[in-house]
């Protein structure tokens, strides 16, 4: 039996120094990619595959990140008054609903375990997702971006899943690392995870890759786990244990993910989300032309 997955966890505590100085005052979070800040396209992903209720764990100097998310009185009046009625409705469309966003801190950096464990009581005892920011997708074949595979996987399949992608063996030490049980093709079984393995160890190059659906079962779990790689509380190290007990499967995810936290990620991020616009598209390609032409 499955259960409807209503909530997620967007962990946006982090600091951002991959993109200094530019993360020094604005968060990570708030970095707009074409015109919009690399939350708002995570958040427009989670809304695409049915979330309700968005749970932001947040940290201090992060206060914009819930001014965003709220209406702008000011601005919107403005608008109003000006008969710019298409930004106007562009923009309510974009804010959730009142009652639709939660707020709460990680009060100290001790990794994304402990982000995500203090959610739990906003999350309460119910299956949701954790989204990790930085990374935004574009749909492929499927036509829906990352989460929304996820929860079609969790329909499924039930139990825990976790969004991978193939990155080239050098790069696995960066990343947590899963290893393949019984394979479905665009879904698998995990039967193995590892937080960033030492170069040379690592058993598979399918890392994960940010999306994830995880049973409130984690919570007990991650409350006790000792710090693992980097001297952090790891998800992954909670979700191994989780796996002693509960099913977990893989989604190769069908269509392309941006690391917005590194500098070359972002770049890209912006390139190819101005390509899957049709408004700017057009414009965009014809400028893109004379840069690349260039080259
Ligand atoms: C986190 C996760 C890791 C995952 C990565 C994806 O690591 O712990 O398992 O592969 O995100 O970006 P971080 O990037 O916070 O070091």
Redesign the pocket.
């Known amino acids: 039996m499955t259960r409807r997955i209503r909530k997620a966890v967007f962990p946006v505590a982090?600091l951002g120094t991959r993109v200094l100085p530019a993360t020094k005052m604005v968060p990570k979070e708030m970095l707009t990619v074409v015109d919009r800040p690399v939350l708002q396209h995570c958040v427009e992903e989670a809304r695409e595959a049915g979330i309700e209720h968005f749970v932001f764990v947040t940290g201090r100097n992060k206060a914009v990140i819930e001014d965003h998310f709220d209406l702008a009185y000011e601005l919107e009046d403005t608008l109003r008054k000006r008969g710019k009625t298409k930004e106007l409705e562009a923009l309510l469309a974009d804010t959730p609903a009142a009652g639709a966003t939660s707020f709460t801190r990680q009060q100290a950096p001790l990794g994304?375990g402990h982000a995500v464990w203090c959610a739990r009581d906003i999350i309460g005892d119910e299956p949701f997702a954790v989204m990790?920011p930085?990374?935004i997708t574009l749909p492929g074949q499927r036509g829906t971006r990352c989460l929304g595979q996820c929860i079609e996987a969790y329909e499924k399949h039930g139990g825990n899943i976790i969004a991978v992608e193939e990155v080239p063996p050098a790069d696995t030490h960066?990343?947590?690392?899963v290893s393949v049980g019984a394979d479905h093709g665009h879904t698998f079984q995990i039967n193995g995870m590892v937080?960033?393995p030492p170069r040379g160890t690592s058993p598979s190059n399918l890392?994960?890759?940010?999306r994830y659906i995880l049973g409130p079962e984690v919570f007990g779990i991650l409350a006790n786990v000792e710090k693992g790689a980097?001297g952090e509380i790891?998800?992954?190290d909670g979700m191994k244990k989780l796996a002693e007990k509960q099913v977990f499967h893989g989604v190769r995810f069908d269509g392309k993910t941006y690391?917005t936290?590194s500098k070359v990620g972002f770049l890209a991020a912006n390139v190819a989300f101005a390509l899957s616009r049709p408004d700017i598209a057009p414009a965009f390609r014809a400028e893109l032309k004379k840069i690349v032409g260039s080259l």
């Open positions: 982090g994304l990790l930085d990374m960066m990343y947590g690392v937080e960033k890392i994960i890759s940010g980097g790891q998800l992954t690391d936290g």
